[in-house]
């Protein structure tokens, strides 16, 4: 178990050819506190030197989001005003000293929180056993949509964010992938995304707002702050003399990937703004939920969210 | 080879290396930044690195390249202090320090950005500083004083020399500036690791182990097995053995080399499934008096009634026939009511930021130097003489600073015997410490409980009868009493009380800040509310009606003209916000030492005090300090607090609340010796008088300041705290409350109905302990118990696998303690008369202060929304709107 530097791309690429790396550290957030509880083995791969993955750029269509630009550097992008939704979420990941170094590649290729996986006792289906624990377990944090044979939630508030947008990223060797494409579909559970191995991701391609919407991020955690959601909602909509033109709405910590609420969307788009339509947006949002034995509280809670959600875009209607 | 500059200077490291920053940090012997959380939640291992706070336990050391930190120590010198550093000492924004130094670098770099972007007198809110800081947990609660020091330092209130700090806390400087060596900090030179191996199984009988493979490993110096009699763990995480190695990388070796032959056995882990007759048995017919001791001070006795049941003799029942007899034939004729209600409690975990950690230092003859995080160095150094089989006067323990206990570290535990024995055999200093995991997993629980109340009310709203059954779950352990505080309450009430003991395979309950007393308030408190609200009574009048203890009749009466309490809506709620206020009262024993001992020592160099208590934050150093500077006018500076040694005279354990009450005392009675011994010593038959300014001759007046200077010699006395006089009669007494401290608060909780989501906006926390010592150190206490009953009403939980025994709580992401922005405004009353049978009207507060806060905020929240909490923590899990 070693650690490699890189310091430029070819150097990150070079080193991934020839040696055996696990993992890349970049803020180290993530890497580090799985080294420490043992449960992370290997050769790490520090790139936090290679400057060129770094900083925001203006292209044509697009934020070119460097990926080893921190979450506290975007937040403090003059040029993102207007993802309202998206600077208020880069406020309240995690707390200030890891937001300082948490870089937005990381963010999004982190793994997930499911104490089963994060305890070194446990051999779960991400660390080569046979079998999900939480499954069978205590789920209570655990998904309520169900999309594979590993129940953990997606522990990235960027990436469901990023799939409001249907952002993209760009790996080192210039090919793109859908934010879709990174995540894949949560059917395997041995991986938290689909990201190829030996690849190195270079930035993520935030699209502009084409007109002004308004966008909103909700997290639901028992304490005030310093709290990874139990169940996290993000909202863009258009709405001009009180009718919906535009709604994205996704949503966190309720399967392994983040999902997208499409059959909501449908129901609310070129809909006048109305509390009944609401309640019936919110029934339609856990139809396809299967929480687990102890997560059934997630689906009330889910629509309540979801609830809120409506009324930090639309106002009082809800 | 990487660079890297640390406070100025440039270092070298191995960058290949997969440890984090902060391990280089405190090799370097830089120990201000502690490793608590060791997964970036808590902030107590922040740094400044290139000028932006960072959490350096989930910093690479290779991320250390080429990069500019500042730590702790280098934000002060040895003559000046940072405005922040003065405003977290004027203001007591600490308590047992361990936290700080995090919250010191985060807090000053706040600082900085803020003065940068504001102008001079502009403060920040309290939004903005919980935002900045909420990657901070400090577990002793000391976030309001927090927030003022922040607050007041950002309006420039501690710029420039001249600005005025008050010395609250005896070590405060200290613990600001990361100087103070905690038991964790301290490392002997060739110190071996001990490393303790835990049971994988929650139910075996260990066969066989290959000790002798494992011996044999290179860098494995020695072995002892840590097993009881009957080779049985009963938990996982059960200690098997423990190894003292040359270095870390050692322990992986073990890891991979131990076998252990195990006979595996059913276990049970669900506390309601154990109560089953087809459950799973912990402790065999032959074993059950094996069962682990969690009792506080004695072992209740009891006797088996079930397969894992074990009913306590609590004492606490009165009148029990005619209780039973009242509410099993309630006369509703005659207005009679009957109320009954079951309540679940959760186990909470102590949490203290310092772990368990001991270092165990041989120096020959068969004796031992022990630098223990303990409760107790007086007590320690009995018990570890005991269980080593040394003279009492081989074995000295030491605790300068303690990072929290809180209850967890009273008793002698296995960290502490490991490092001892291995100590003695190997004859070198051997270190044993908890990681976080081992903290949160076998550090110790308050016992969960069930508790079923029924309450019999009189036409006339008095209380009749009443019935009190609790079940505790206290892990494999047993005695985790609850009740026996009931005994007390209203009076000669009729009662019948009963507590049981239910064992699961899960790691014993240890004491905990009033062990069991807020898992019986909760459940007492809120029923009261229930009563008051059925029978159309103000809660409070209630509460008077029934209460016959003196002063918290009093406390109640300012409670009632609160301005909380005064304002609170009791009509209907229809908004999706809502406020709700209520009230909780609880009663605590008063308990003292009458043995505890104090050594003052005059000298021209001002005076020393020596006893073997020690301070685990509660501030009993400054209480020390504050009570000699009572009895002497001579500047802070003169005095100097030498606790945490068991070789000085006779202390106590910080327990029971009675730290305060059995040593204030010996201090008066020593400064007042003290003060007629330097006079008599230097002016023989001259002395007129001797006064807190100085001593009275016959033609002149001597300060005590001069006075001191002029001994060429040392003057010093020890005296004893003794015992209290006795009551006139002793059963009116104990019943109007002469034998307990009280507390009565008023909490006012917002709730979202929406998302069930709770936020304690306001407590007024109304406190009778006898006189108060050290004010801002009392109330800095209030609000660490507000702020742990909160944590215990809404967060906290210990969370296991029932497939597999294991705890799933084992970091502090999962294990929720209250943060900075989830702290409410507290206002303190302390009402200080009502105990003149005391010696010195002192009595403790710790305890007290947390009992009734889980009930007052569910009082508020049934106040808010029309129904009533019964299970805690109180969660959007569990409080379906």
Redesign the interface.
């Known amino acids: 178990?070693?650690?490699?530097?890189a310091e430029t791309i070819e150097e990150t690429e070079s080193i991934l050819k020839d040696s055996n790396i696990t993992e890349f550290?970049a803020?180290?957030?993530?890497?580090?506190?799985r080294?420490?509880?043992g449960i992370l083995k290997g050769n790490?791969l520090?790139i936090?030197?290679v400057d060129e993955l770094r900083g925001i750029s203006v292209e044509d269509g697009y934020y070119r989001i460097g990926a080893l630009t921190t979450i506290?550097e975007i937040s403090k992008n003059k040029n993102l005003k207007e993802y309202e939704g998206l600077l208020k979420a880069l406020?309240i990941i995690?707390?200030?000293?890891?937001r300082?170094?948490a870089t937005i590649g990381g963010n999004i290729l982190q793994k997930n929180?499911c104490?089963?996986f994060?305890?070194p006792?446990?051999k779960c289906l991400k660390k080569g056993g046979d079998k999900c624990?939480a499954r069978?377990?205590?789920n209570?944090y655990h998904a309520i949509f169900q999309k594979g044979a590993c129940v953990t939630v997606h522990a990235s508030t960027l990436a469901m964010i990023l799939k409001a947008y249907a952002a993209s990223v760009e790996l080192s060797d210039g090919n793109i992938l859908s934010i879709d494409e990174l995540l894949g579909d949560g059917s395997d559970p041995t991986r938290d995304n689909k990201f190829p191995k030996g690849k190195l991701l270079a930035a993520v391609h935030l699209p502009k707002i084409p007109r002004p919407e308004k966008s909103k991020y909700f997290r639901?955690i028992?304490?005030?702050?310093?709290?990874?959601p139990?169940i996290e909602l993000f909202g863009r909509t258009i709405v001009e003399r009180d009718v919906i033109k535009e709604i994205v709405l996704t949503a966190g910590a309720v399967a392994n990937i983040p999902i997208r609420l499409t059959e909501v969307e449908d129901l609310l788009k070129n809909e006048k703004l109305n509390k009944d339509l609401f309640f019936e947006a919110v029934d339609i949002s856990v139809k396809d939920a299967q929480p687990l034995e102890k997560n059934k509280?997630k689906i009330?809670?889910f629509k309540?969210?979801l609830?809120?959600l409506f009324t930090q875009l639309f106002g009082d209607y809800s | 080879m990487c660079q890297c500059k640390i406070n100025d200077e440039n270092f070298e490291f191995s960058c290949d290396s997969t440890g984090s920053a902060l391990d280089l940090i405190r090799e370097k012997g830089l120990t201000g930044a502690k490793r608590v959380c060791n997964s970036g939640v808590c902030g107590a291992c922040a740094v400044e690195m290139d000028g932006e706070t960072v959490n350096t336990c989930i910093t690479p050391v290779s991320n250390l390249k080429s990069k500019e930190i500042k730590t702790i120590e280098a934000f002060s010198s040895s003559d000046s202090l940072h405005p922040m550093q003065k405003a977290f000492i004027d203001n007591d924004a600490l308590q047992c320090g361990f936290c700080t130094p995090g919250f010191v670098v985060e807090s000053i770099n706040f600082y900085n950005k803020w003065r940068s972007e504001h102008s001079a007198d502009e403060a920040p809110n309290r939004e903005t500083i919980a935002e900045a800081l909420s990657g901070h947990l400090c577990r002793c609660g000391a976030y309001p004083n927090i927030y003022t020091a922040v607050h007041r330092a950002c309006a420039g209130e501690y710029d420039g020399d001249s600005s005025d700090v008050t010395y609250h806390r005896y070590d405060a400087v200290e613990k600001v500036t990361g100087k103070a060596k905690y038991t964790y900090d301290i490392n002997i030179e060739n110190q071996l690791i001990g490393y303790i191996y835990r049971s994988p199984h929650p139910h075996a009988i260990v066969k066989k182990i290959n000790y002798e493979e494992l011996l044999s490993l290179e860098g494995v110096i020695d072995l002892i097995e840590l097993l009881p009699t009957d080779r049985t763990v009963r938990f996982v995480g059960k200690e098997i053995f423990a190894v003292a190695v040359e270095s870390k990388s050692v322990i992986d070796k073990v890891n991979e080399t131990v076998q252990v032959d195990y006979e595996i056995k059913s276990f049970v882990i669900d506390d309601r499934e154990a109560q089953e007759s087809s459950a799973p048995q912990v402790y065999g017919r032959l074993e059950k008096k094996l069962a682990h001791d969690s009792a506080e001070g004695f072992l209740p006795p009891g006797r088996w009634i079930g397969r894992n049941i074990r009913s306590c003799l609590t004492m606490a029942s009165t009148k029990a026939k005619k209780a039973l007899e009242f509410l099993s034939n309630v006369d509703t004729e005659s207005g009679d009511r009957l109320f009954e209600k079951t309540f679940q409690t959760s186990a909470q975990v102590h949490t203290a930021l310092e772990p368990h950690v001991c270092i165990a230092e041989y120096i020959g003859n068969n004796e031992l130097n022990v630098y223990l995080s303990t409760q107790g160095v007086d007590a320690m150094a009995d018990e570890i003489a005991k269980n080593l089989d040394l003279p009492r006067e081989n074995v000295k323990v030491f605790a300068e600073y303690i990072g929290g206990g809180f209850g967890s570290k009273l008793s002698l535990n296995e960290e502490a015997i490991a490092a001892c024995r291995l100590a003695i055999r190997t004859g070198c200093a051997v270190r044993v410490e908890y990681s976080r995991e081992e903290e949160l997993a076998y550090g110790g629980i308050r016992a969960g409980s069930d508790m079923r109340v029924s309450l019999l009310t009189e036409a006339s709203h008095h209380l009749k009868a009443f019935s009190f059954d609790t079940y505790s779950y206290s892990g494999v352990g047993i005695g985790y009493a609850c009740v026996p505080y009931l005994k007390h309450e209203y009076g000669n009430v009729p009662r019948v009380v009963n507590e049981y003991d239910v064992v699961t395979n899960k790691s014993p309950g240890r004491p905990f800040r009033a062990p069991g007393a807020p898992n019986v308030y909760f459940a007492l408190e809120s029923i009261i509310d229930d009563v008051a609200y059925e029978l159309n009574e103000d809660p409070i009048d209630l509460r008077l009606n029934w209460d016959l203890h003196d002063n918290k009749r009093v406390l109640l009466e300012i409670a009632k003209e609160t301005d909380m309490w005064k304002t609170r809506n009791t009509g209907p709620k229809s908004e999706r916000f809502m406020k709700g206020v209520g009230v909780a009262a609880a009663t605590w024993p008063y308990w003292y030492s009458e043995e505890v001992k104090v050594e003052l020592i005059a000298s021209s160099y001002g005076i020393t005090a020596k006893t073997a208590i020690q301070d685990i934050g509660t501030g009993s150093k400054s209480i020390i300090r504050d009570t000699i500077r009572q009895h002497f006018d001579i500047p802070e500076t003169l005095i100097n607090v030498l606790v945490g040694n068991s070789g000085f005279e006779k202390g106590v354990t910080s327990g029971g609340s009675m730290t305060t009450s059995s040593t204030y005392y010996a201090v008066v009675k020593a400064c007042r010796e003290l003060q007629k011994n330097i006079a008599e010593k230097l002016f023989r038959d001259d002395v007129k008088e001797v006064s807190f300014s100085g001593v009275s001759l016959s033609e002149e007046f001597i300060s005590w300041g001069d006075a001191l200077k002029l001994l060429n010699v040392e003057v010093s006395v020890i005296e004893g705290r003794g015992k209290d006089t006795i009551f006139d009669n002793k059963v009116i007494d104990t019943l109007r409350g002469k034998n307990s401290s009280c507390n009565v608060v008023v909490t006012e909780v917002e709730v979202d109905t929406l998302l069930n989501k709770f936020k304690v906006t306001r407590v007024w926390s109304g406190v009778a302990a006898g006189k108060i010592v050290s004010r801002k150190l009392a109330e800095n206490q209030v609000f660490g118990g507000v702020i742990q009953g909160i944590g215990y009403a809404l967060f906290e939980e210990k969370i296991y696998d029932n497939r597999y025994g294991y705890p799933l709580t084992t970091n502090l992401e999962t294990y929720k303690i209250p943060t900075l922005s989830d702290t409410p405004e507290i206002e303190v009353f302390f009402h200080e008369g009502g105990f003149s049978h005391v010696k010195g009207n002192v009595l403790g507060l710790a305890e007290v202060v947390t009992i009734p806060i889980a009930g007052s905020i569910g009082n508020a929240i049934f106040n808010a929304t029309g129904k009533r909490p019964t299970k805690l923590p109180i969660s959007f899990e569990n409080f379906n709107n």
């Open positions: 178990m070693r650690v490699f530097f550290i803020g180290g957030t993530d890497v580090q506190d080294v420490n509880s790490l520090n936090s030197g506290s406020r995690a707390n200030p000293q890891v300082n170094v929180r104490w089963y994060r305890n006792h446990f624990f069978e377990g205590d209570r639901l028992k304490r005030e702050l310093g709290e990874w139990t509280y009330p809670m309540n969210s609830l809120n």
